[in-house]
């Protein structure tokens, strides 16, 4: 068997498209285009090209976009003052604070000083309690990206095995909860899990996000499943790999998100409809 290719980029093209169209809406009507603020501290490589790619994307889809590239040694007073001040305007509907932080500063006590209602990256304690309480609350980009892609390459979810490989705030954890709201019967596995390979065996879903290329084998794959790798990991030879053998995987599995072009790009355009469903949430 040969798993069908799911296609992330050209679901998330489409994606920012229905939302462009939206924006555009808002603005015949003579509405306030919606405000996406990303804050960037530092120099890492990888989340210079995150924070260049949201800034551009938001922009070409007609939001009002902004980037606030702040220098590594900005201390944790300085950001959250930054967050103070974007709270408070009326004209920023999102606020994203590209991770990891520079290692002085405690990525905890900012995200909870950003306003719930304006965190478009759905970490904040308020938003992972409705998620975790079943409710809607702003969703984390990349576990939301990972629900659309699974529904759209499947029929139904409802009372499927998932078994999501990593317990992460910003990946397992929620995935795991938009599982279980869609009805599947989840299983959150990591590093003490014992035989893994028995339990991945079981999934008609598997979603790997633990960051170690090429880990889930295809051996481990039950036939047929479908299966979502999160993992974006550099190797050596400067090209990407997944947390799963694509290889290998996808001569078992059903259907398989490919790295890169599969999870990635949707993170993105999730940020944006999160931005949107902020700015709906506030403005009307
Ligand atoms: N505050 C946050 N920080 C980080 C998040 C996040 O959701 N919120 N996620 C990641 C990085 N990330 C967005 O910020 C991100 C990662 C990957 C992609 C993407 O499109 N990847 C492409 C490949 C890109 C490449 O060549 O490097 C793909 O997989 O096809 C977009 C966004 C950590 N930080």
Same mark, same amino acid.
């Given at each position: 068997?040969?798993?069908?290719?799911?296609?992330?980029?050209?679901?998330? @093209?489409?994606?920012?498209?229905?939302?462009?169209?939206?924006?555009?809406?808002?603005? @015949?009507?003579?509405?306030? &285009?919606?405000?996406?603020?990303?804050?960037?501290?530092?120099?890492?490589?990888? =989340?210079?090209?995150? &924070?260049? =790619?949201?800034?551009?994307?938001?922009?070409?889809?007609?939001?009002?976009?902004?980037?606030?590239? $702040?220098?590594?040694?900005?201390?944790? @007073?300085?950001?959250?003052? *930054?967050?103070?001040?974007?709270?408070?305007?009326?004209?920023?509907?999102?606020? $994203?604070?590209?991770?990891?932080?520079?290692?002085?500063?405690?990525?905890?006590?900012?995200?909870?000083?950003?306003?719930?209602?304006?965190?478009?990256?759905?970490?904040?304690?308020?938003?992972?309690?409705? $998620?975790?309480?079943? *409710? #809607?609350?702003?969703?984390?980009?990349?576990?939301?990206?990972?629900?659309? $892609?699974?529904?759209?390459?499947? +029929? =139904?979810?409802?009372?499927?095995?998932?078994?999501?490989?990593?317990?992460?705030?910003?990946?397992? /954890?929620?995935?795991?909860?938009?599982?279980?709201?869609?009805?599947?019967?989840?299983?959150?596995?990591? =590093?003490? #899990?014992?035989?893994?390979?028995?339990?991945?065996?079981?999934?008609?879903? &598997?979603?790997?996000?633990?960051?170690?290329?090429?880990?889930?084998?295809?051996?481990?794959?039950?036939?047929?499943?479908?299966?979502?790798?999160?993992?974006?990991?550099?190797?050596?030879?400067?090209?990407?790999?997944?947390?799963?053998?694509?290889?290998?995987?996808?001569?078992?599995?059903?259907?398989?998100? +490919?790295?890169?072009?599969? &999870?990635?790009?949707?993170?993105?355009?999730?940020?944006?409809?999160?931005?949107?469903? @902020?700015?709906?949430? /506030? /403005?009307?």
């Amino acid at each position: 068997m040969t798993a069908r290719i799911i296609d992330g980029k050209a679901a998330a @093209a489409e994606l920012r498209a229905e939302i462009g169209r939206e924006v555009a809406a808002l603005e @015949a009507a003579g509405k306030p &285009v919606p405000g996406l603020h990303v804050v960037l501290v530092g120099e890492d490589p990888a =989340s210079k090209v995150y &924070v260049a =790619s949201k800034e551009k994307l938001a922009a070409e889809i007609g939001m009002n976009s902004v980037a606030h590239r $702040l220098p590594a040694e900005t201390t944790e @007073a300085a950001l959250l003052a *930054k967050i103070a001040e974007l709270n408070a305007d009326d004209g920023v509907d999102g606020i $994203l604070v590209q991770l990891p932080l520079p290692k002085h500063i405690d990525t905890g006590r900012i995200i909870d000083a950003i306003d719930p209602a304006k965190d478009v990256d759905g970490l904040h304690p308020i938003n992972a309690g409705l $998620l975790a309480g079943g *409710k #809607t609350g702003l969703v984390p980009c990349t576990p939301l990206g990972c629900m659309l $892609l699974l529904k759209q390459a499947l +029929p =139904s979810l409802s009372g499927l095995e998932a078994v999501v490989i990593g317990r992460s705030e910003l990946v397992g /954890r929620p995935v795991a909860q938009l599982l279980l709201q869609a009805d599947c019967t989840v299983t959150i596995a990591h =590093s003490r #899990t014992r035989d893994l390979p028995a339990v991945v065996k079981r999934a008609d879903i &598997v979603v790997a996000a633990v960051g170690r290329p090429r880990m889930v084998k295809g051996d481990w794959i039950k036939p047929g499943a479908t299966v979502i790798d999160v993992g974006i990991n550099r190797m050596p030879d400067g090209k990407l790999a997944g947390d799963v053998d694509y290889a290998q995987a996808a001569e078992v599995a059903g259907a398989i998100t +490919p790295v890169p072009g599969g &999870v990635g790009p949707m993170t993105i355009a999730c940020l944006l409809r999160n931005t949107l469903t @902020a700015y709906r949430a /506030r /403005r009307g």
